[in-house]
T-cell receptor, first 112, second 114 residues
């Protein structure tokens, strides 16, 4: 089955700096890669996603890049703000429906 | 428009007991998936229901079972509870299971097994 590795497990940045979180996946059939943000005690919420037919997608301060050859994808957050502090999860889904395989999560701390 | 609702929000059980968790999907969604999230880890897929049938299953034992009702709501049942079953159980709904797309998660049911 699919295996998703996520790094780093914790990331601390100063407000205004950029943050990058990286994920690798094992199943070359995976074609959908979402990123979820989970605040303490809250549900995971989708912040951005990318499909295998594009290499990059941006939404204001957030961007995701995908390298299908290397089987890795990354989340980039620019101009970080304290409210960006949360746990971020990458995930992958293949042709077997939208069952998601999640990475282990990255705890992002943005220091004011 | 109500999102995904789950009940109960918290519950405590003892080893060997049985538990039932409930989920109502987001309006317009017909597919319900269940995930287990242990503390400090990413969610793990348990199973998915569509048209009242289990369509996909993750690597979970038969102690975990489910059901989907005609109104698309769903239940997750866990029998013979173990300490290791303590986790946040997340329900997620979506539309058309064959097309990968956004899953909408509920706030979860936090199960503690003593």
């Amino acid at each position: 089955g699919e295996n998703v590795e996520q790094h780093p497990s914790t990331l601390s940045v100063q407000e205004g700096d950029s943050a990058v979180i990286k994920c690798t996946y094992s199943d070359s059939a995976s074609n959908y890669f979402p990123w979820y943000k989970q605040e303490l005690g809250k549900r995971p919420q989708l912040i951005i996603d990318i499909r295998s037919n594009v290499g990059e997608k941006k939404d204001q301060r957030i961007a995701v890049t995908l390298n299908k050859t290397a089987k890795h994808f990354s989340l980039h957050i620019t101009e970080t703000q304290p409210e960006d502090s949360a746990v971020y999860f990458c995930a992958a889904s293949g042709n077997a429906g939208n069952m998601l395989t999640f990475g282990g999560g990255t705890r992002l701390m943005v220091k004011p | 428009d109500a999102g995904v609702t789950q009940s109960p929000t918290h519950l405590i059980k003892t080893r060997g007991q049985q538990v039932t968790l409930r989920c109502s999907p987001k309006s317009g969604h017909d597919t319900v998936s269940w995930y287990q999230q242990a503390l400090g880890q990413g969610p793990q897929f348990i199973f998915q229901y569509y048209e009242e049938e289990e369509r996909q299953r993750g690597n979970f034992p038969d102690r975990f079972s489910g059901h989907q009702f005609p109104n698309y709501s769903s239940e997750l049942n866990v029998n013979a509870l173990l300490l290791g079953d303590s986790a946040l159980y997340l329900c997620a709904s979506s539309f058309l299971p064959r097309v990968p797309g956004e899953l909408f998660f509920g706030e979860g049911s936090r199960l503690t097994v003593l």
